[in-house]
């Protein structure tokens, strides 16, 4: 262990003097940035994130579609830059082909006879993590409030699905982000990698909600289960990211826990509770994980400012 001295920099400022082997082993120059990183030990230096390439090779030799498409989503997330796949067909590759041009940023950048490399290809998205969040909430809600327009509207419906791979592709770039280190602080990157699963999870219960809605008598009935729905979304997104209200503004709207000690109506959680059409279900699982991400992504906001 190396104790140095702090050097006053500035008024307001203290310095510290990095080891020569460590910044000539990173090759470290002048004007470089590097990571700081606050935890219950103590302060980290690291490299900045996306410094390293990490490489990895796969045999995907006769996997189906939806086999390639789950392995090369956890590679992606992972944070790997050059993934090199073998296979044995040109269905495999074709398989290959089409699950990369899901994951934003990959590419096939070779291939030869029974062997590909996919690589990562730096995009502008990639270099502003908190504006990329924002854009998973924007994406979800959108959908939702595009939904209350096409309810009644079957044929709209059958395509509806497709909506969520929008999604899915911009929740997989950002959980890949989270790996690959653009959130430091580590309480912070455990809740947002949380909030991505659950958003990703809205997504999906959205394309269920579609799916029973088509054997449903009462579609034209839904536009005010939907609306609900993506109200609260909507008060989610402006409560982050616009600093406006607190979690008991869902606890007034939506009290999830022990409803019959409430002591004032909940107007969103009394409409789904007397709801009957079964395809409410699933809007009522996106308002419960709403809930639950006001509580994660909230409560600490608040603790702090206390």
């Not at 006879?113 to 998205?125: A, D, F, G, N």
């Not at 409430?262 to 809007?283: C, E, S, W």
Request: glycine content about 6%.
């Amino acid at each position: 262990m190396q104790y140095r001295k702090l050097i006053q920099h500035g008024p307001s400022s203290l310095t510290v003097a990095l080891p020569y082997k460590w910044v000539n082993k990173n090759g470290l120059q002048k004007g470089d940035s590097v990571a700081l990183e606050e935890d219950e030990q103590g302060l980290r230096i690291a490299m900045k994130p996306m410094e390293r390439s990490r490489a990895i090779a796969l045999d995907l030799s006769g996997n189906d579609f939806p086999s390639t498409v789950t392995i090369l989503t956890t590679v992606y997330r992972r944070g790997y830059d050059e993934v090199a796949i073998s296979y044995r067909t040109p269905e495999e590759y074709q398989h290959v082909s089409s699950a990369v041009r899901m994951l934003l940023g990959f590419g096939v950048l070779e291939n030869r006879k029974s062997r590909c490399v996919i690589k990562s290809l730096p995009t502008q998205i990639e270099q502003d993590f908190p504006t990329l969040f924002r854009r998973v909430f924007l994406i979800l809600l959108q959908m939702l409030e595009d939904l209350g327009d096409v309810v009644g509207d079957p044929q709209s419906l059958r395509t509806f699905y497709h909506r969520d791979a929008d999604l899915n592709s911009i929740v997989n770039l950002a959980i890949r982000m989270v790996n690959k280190g653009f959130v430091q602080d580590r309480y912070e990157e455990l809740h947002i990698f949380h909030t991505l699963l659950l958003l990703e999870e809205c997504g999906d219960d959205v394309t269920r909600f579609t799916i029973e809605l088509q054997q449903s008598k009462h579609g034209a009935k839904m536009k005010d289960a939907v609306q609900k729905c993506a109200g609260m979304v909507r008060l989610l997104y402006d409560t982050y990211f616009q600093k406006k209200g607190g979690v008991m503004d869902f606890y007034k709207q939506y009290y999830l826990y022990w409803p019959d000690a409430k002591k004032a109506p909940t107007p969103v959680y009394d409409f789904y509770a007397k709801a009957k059409d079964k395809p409410v279900f699933y809007l009522r699982s996106i308002v419960e994980k709403v809930v639950h991400l006001a509580e994660i992504l909230l409560l600490p906001q608040t603790m702090d400012q206390h």
